[in-house]
Nanobody, 122 residues
Framework: VQLQAFGGGLVQAGGSLRLSCAAS????????MGWFRQTPGKEREFVSV????????RYGDSVKGRSTTSRDNAKNTVYLQMNSLKPEDTAVYYC????????????????WGQGTMVTVSS
């Protein structure tokens, strides 16, 4: 499966942003979809994951309560809505796909998008 993330940009602290990740292929609903983020010199950090059906989600502690992930399997797209953004949310955000079992570890994901940059100004 090929993934393309988009929707990043520059936003002021306290603002909101919605990232999207479009996937190719006909079996999108068979993949759990994760969002990760990375800043220079740091490891990739788990942000969220959503099950293939969309019924189960998990969030990283740093975004819990401020972000929501959802998916539209008819459009082969997963979303990450981020609210109350903080300067520390500044990072490159990646979407990733793996099999049905949810995982919070980037090592378990087989497919990655190219990343989209989110910059939050103070």
């Amino acid at each position: 499966v090929q993934l393309q993330a988009f929707g990043g940009g520059l936003v002021q602290a306290g603002g909101s942003l919605r990232l999207s990740c479009a996937a190719s292929g006909r079996t999108f609903s068979s993949y759990s979809m994760g969002w990760f983020r990375q800043t220079p010199g740091k490891e990739r950090e788990f942000v969220s994951v959503i099950s293939g059906s969309g019924l189960t989600t998990r969030y990283g502690d740093s975004v819990k309560g401020r972000s929501t992930t959802s998916r539209d399997n008819a459009k082969n797209t997963v979303y990450l809505q981020m609210n109350s953004l903080k300067p520390e949310d500044t990072a490159v955000y990646y979407c990733a796909a793996k099999g049905l079992v949810l995982s919070l570890s980037s090592n378990d994901y087989n497919y990655w998008g190219q990343g989209t940059m989110v910059t939050v100004s103070s």
